[in-house]
């Protein structure tokens, strides 16, 4: 039975008075920054009087954001840890709305700095020596600068950044908090609730009557709703395409993409390249199907896992395990890991209320926190080196730059935590003795391959389509958006779309499909990973070093040339090919296994 939050033991609970001692100090916090808002309000309009006005509000306005963040990231790990108390919702939309008045009082900044000239820009930073740090930024911004519009467009932007949010919103809430699936019958014949939390765990029974009724009662569920589920995410498409259009950019992809300054190249590299592999990915689902003595194979038959083995791992077992996987990095990345293992920096077991998943979280001046909900598991295990991964991302990048390089892009972010599992991949297999246990290993490897850069690229593949579509006047109807997912699915799967009827509707479910252009950065970063923990498993003391340096780097430069320096080119195919490289041979073990009738 699942504990109340104040069952728990301390020491598996994050440690938040870190950030503010208390809720008062939070309030009293939130009052100050309402302050300094209405302060900022003064600055409209002088940006550009001088070199030490350029100064005083780029610091003014960076400084507000920080403690900002630490607002916020308060508030939402609050609720977070329990959602069920009203006082940190009530935090949590105090906190957005903070953060929503900033970008109303700051909406001045971006239209006012892109009337200097490069003249101008070139005395001030030789007058003021203080700006010659934001060098870097004031360069990102002048990029854009056929983007940016007028300071009156800009403020209704911002204003109506809420409505803009209104399909996302919807959806979520109709996803999360209305609908209802209903019961279904567990492996022992029991009337069980059908959720988004369970499913997966349905879907992994080794009773195909158990995954299949689950599997027909969740897509028949999205099927009876399919026309509002398609309302809501044509509607997102349309204002991502609308504001692509004022933003004078081509496509929302390429508007999406230009916030990392990633060229649409990478994107069209990767489907090519997952496409070009997907005889891979058939040969694994037919060893699957052999597997499961199967003459039928079918959607709902790809989560059960193929292993007999029970790998498990007590917490501190996990945390032992991962700790000594990451000494590789050497003694500076270990001396962080061991504060974050030892200093209550991970939310570790599930209570009543708390959210679901797991995150690694935190801003500039806090500890890279983690929730977890510990189960004991193998998944488990690579969750927490997953997430161990971001945070010390986090916390290299802060330690090393300056608050206004003291994060990193969205496109390099799941590389540090794919590249921690990568590793721990490498250390089991090279550490496991019993092929038993190797069999598992491998299959947990294949399935994670499968659903990160396989499936990920697959929604890829969909949402540009969506896209494209709606820009040449296509109505996204349900119709429309279920014969083209099934059409995808099938090319990928190798699997009839006749046969899986009730997967057409998966695209209603998907999350991802309102992050704009979002998903295909897992496909990119797993391979990326992939390339790099192979460097840092066989490579040399340099490798490290380069990586570790990737690590610092923050957003001192654009994304593409941080991640080169760390010896990925994600510009060119290479890296997406010796990623495949390792799947294949990967798969030939597990083959060479079952030759064996290991797996028996």
């Known amino acids: 039975m699942t504990k109340q939050r104040n069952e728990i033991d301390d020491k598996y609970k994050w440690d938040l008075t870190t950030i503010f001692a208390t809720d008062q100090a939070w309030e009293a916090e939130l009052a100050a920054i309402q302050e300094e808002l209405e302060k900022a309000k003064d600055f409209v309009g002088h940006l550009l009087d001088s070199a030490a006005s350029l100064l005083e509000i780029s610091e003014f306005q960076l400084g507000l954001m920080r403690r900002i963040e630490s607002l916020y990231v308060y508030a939402s790990m609050k609720n977070d840890q329990d959602t069920r108390e009203g006082i940190y919702q009530e935090f949590q939309a105090k906190a957005m709305g903070v953060y929503s008045a900033y970008?109303?009082?700051?909406?001045?900044?971006?239209?006012?700095?892109?009337?200097?000239?490069?003249?101008?820009?070139?005395?001030?930073l030789e007058e003021e020596p203080a700006l010659k740090q934001y060098k870097h930024q004031f360069e990102?911004?002048?990029a854009q600068k056929a983007h940016v519009l007028s300071q009156e467009v800009e403020e209704v932007l911002a204003a109506t950044s809420e409505i803009f949010e209104a399909p996302s919103e919807t959806f979520s809430i109709l996803d999360n908090a209305s609908i209802q699936f209903p019961?279904?019958?567990?492996?022992?014949?029991?009337?069980?609730?059908?959720?988004?939390?369970s499913y997966i765990s349905y879907m992994e029974s080794k009773n195909r009557d158990v995954r299949q009724e689950a599997y027909e009662a969740m897509y028949g569920t999205y099927e009876q709703f399919q026309h509002t589920y398609a309302k809501t995410l044509q509607s997102n498409v349309k204002v991502n395409n609308l504001k692509a259009r004022l933003r004078?950019?081509?496509?929302?992809?390429?508007?999406?993409?230009?916030?990392?300054?990633?060229p649409e190249s990478v994107y069209e590299t990767l489907v090519a390249a997952v496409n070009k592999h997907l005889p891979l990915l058939h040969r694994y689902i037919n060893?699957?199907?052999?597997?499961?003595g199967l003459d039928?194979?079918?959607?709902?038959?790809?989560?059960?896992?193929?292993?007999?083995?029970?790998?498990?791992?007590?917490?501190?077992e996990a945390l032992a395990k991962a700790a000594d996987t990451l000494k590789i990095f050497g003694p500076e990345y270990s001396a962080i890991v061991d504060k974050a293992?030892?200093?209550?920096?991970?939310?570790?077991?599930?209570?009543?209320?708390?959210?679901?998943?797991?995150?690694?979280?935190?801003?500039y001046d806090t500890n890279a926190f983690m929730l977890l909900n510990w189960q004991d598991t193998l998944d488990n295990l690579y969750t927490l080196i997953h997430e161990t991964g971001h945070s010390l991302h986090s916390m290299f990048t802060r330690q090393n730059q300056p608050y206004v390089y003291g994060h990193y892009s969205i496109f390099l972010a799941e590389i540090a935590s794919t590249t921690n599992e990568n590793l721990l991949t490498e250390k089991l297999l090279a550490e496991v003795t019993d092929e038993k246990t190797r069999f598992a290993i491998l299959n947990h490897y294949l399935d994670g391959f499968r659903g990160t850069v396989f499936r990920q690229t697959q929604f890829a593949e969909f949402e540009q389509a969506i896209y494209k579509a709606d820009q040449e006047g296509q109505v996204l109807t349900a119709e429309f958006l279920n014969q083209l997912y099934a059409d995808i699915n099938a090319k990928y799967y190798g699997l009839s779309a006749e046969d899986n009827y009730e997967i057409q509707f998966e695209w209603a479910r998907i999350p991802h499909f309102y992050y704009n252009f979002y998903v295909y950065q897992y496909s990119t970063g797993f391979a990326a990973a992939s390339a790099l923990a192979n460097k840092i498993t066989y490579g040399t003391a340099e490798d490290k070093e380069n990586y570790l340096n990737y690590l610092k780097a923050g957003n001192s430069d654009y994304p593409l040339e941080v991640i080169k320096k760390a010896g990925v080119d994600m510009t060119k195919e290479d890296y997406l090919n010796d990623a495949f490289a390792v799947f294949e041979k990967r798969l030939t073990e597990l083959e060479e296994l079952v030759a064996k009738g290991v797996h028996k």
């Open 103 to 124: 970008g109303q009082v700051f909406s001045f900044y971006e239209p006012e700095f892109l009337q200097i000239t490069d003249e101008q820009l070139a005395a001030f």
């Open 183 to 197: 019961e279904i019958a567990d492996e022992d014949g029991h009337l069980v609730p059908l959720s988004h939390g």
């Open 296 to 316: 039928d194979l079918r959607m709902y038959d790809m989560y059960t896992p193929l292993s007999e083995t029970d790998y498990k791992f007590t917490y501190e």
């Open 341 to 363: 293992f030892s200093e209550r920096w991970i939310d570790v077991h599930e209570n009543e209320g708390k959210r679901s998943g797991a995150y690694s979280g935190g801003a």
């Open 287 to 292: 060893l699957r199907k052999e597997l499961l």
């Open 140 to 142: 990102t911004l002048l």
């Open 248 to 262: 004078k950019y081509s496509s929302a992809r390429e508007a999406a993409l230009s916030n990392n300054f990633i």
